[in-house]
C-alpha cells in the first residue's frame, strides 16, 4: 500500500520550529529575570547607601516627597522610611518601573537574627542613630511570559542591610 508523504516534511518543520522558537524566547525571559534581579539588588543597596548617611545624627529632616527639586541629591539631614522609598521610586533603573509601596525600609537597634522578617514599614524613625542597622528590602512582580507557554508573574525579592555611619 502507498501512501502520499507530501507535506510530511513541511509540518515537521513547523513542530521544529515551534519548539525552537519557545526555547529561544524562554532563555530570553530567563535573562531578563536575571537582569531585572541585578537591578532590583542595585536599587536595594543604593536605597540603604542613601539611608546610613544621613542619620539621626543630624539636625534637619530631608525632603525627600519625591518631588523635582526636592533635595535627594543633599545630605547633612535625617532620611526616615518614607524619604528611603521616595528615593527609590524616583531613580529611573532600567527596564525596572518601582514604585515606594514596593520598598519596606526597617530601623533596627542591632544586627537581626533573620533578615527574611515580614516587612512592616514605619514611617518613623526609632532607631535611626549611628551604628544601628538600616535594613531596606524591595519587593518586584516579574512576569514571564514565553510565546506557547501561559505567562506566569512571581515575585523578585531583594535585601540590603548597613549600619548607620552619620
Known amino acids: ?18 519548539l525552537l522558537s519557545s526555547l529561544i524566547f524562554g532563555v530570553f525571559e530567563g ?26 545624627g543630624w ?9 523635582t527639586g526636592s533635595g535627594f541629591g543633599s545630605s547633612g539631614c535625617v532620611a526616615n522610611a518614607t524619604d528611603v522609598a521616595n528615593y527609590v521610586a524616583s531613580r529611573n533603573f532600567p527596564g525596572l518601573h518601582l514604585t515606594a509601596a514596593q520598598v519596606c525600609v ?13 516587612c512592616t514599614a514605619s514611617t518613623t524613625n526609632t532607631n535611626n542613630v549611628p551604628g544601628d542597622i ?6 518586584y512582580p516579574f512576569t514571564l511570559s514565553v510565546p506557547g507557554v501561559p505567562s506566569h508573574t512571581f515575585t523578585l525579592s531583594s535585601t540590603s542591610q548597613m549600619a548607620i555611619c552619620q
Not at 35 to 52: G, P, Q, V
Not at 106 to 118: H, I, M, Q
Not at 134 to 139: D, L, R
Open 1 to 18: 500500500m502507498w501512501r502520499d508523504e507530501r507535506g510530511g516534511s513541511l509540518v515537521e518543520t513547523a513542530l521544529s520550529f515551534l
Open 31 to 56: 535573562a531578563l529575570a536575571v537582569y531585572s534581579y541585578h537591578f532590583l539588588a542595585n536599587a536595594a543597596h543604593e536605597a540603604t547607601r542613601y539611608a546610613i548617611v544621613r542619620g539621626g
Open 59 to 67: 539636625g534637619s529632616s530631608c525632603d525627600g516627597s519625591g518631588s
Open 106 to 118: 526597617k530601623y533596627l537597634v542591632s544586627t537581626p537574627g533573620s533578615a527574611t522578617t515580614t
Open 134 to 139: 538600616v535594613q531596606v528590602t524591595i519587593n
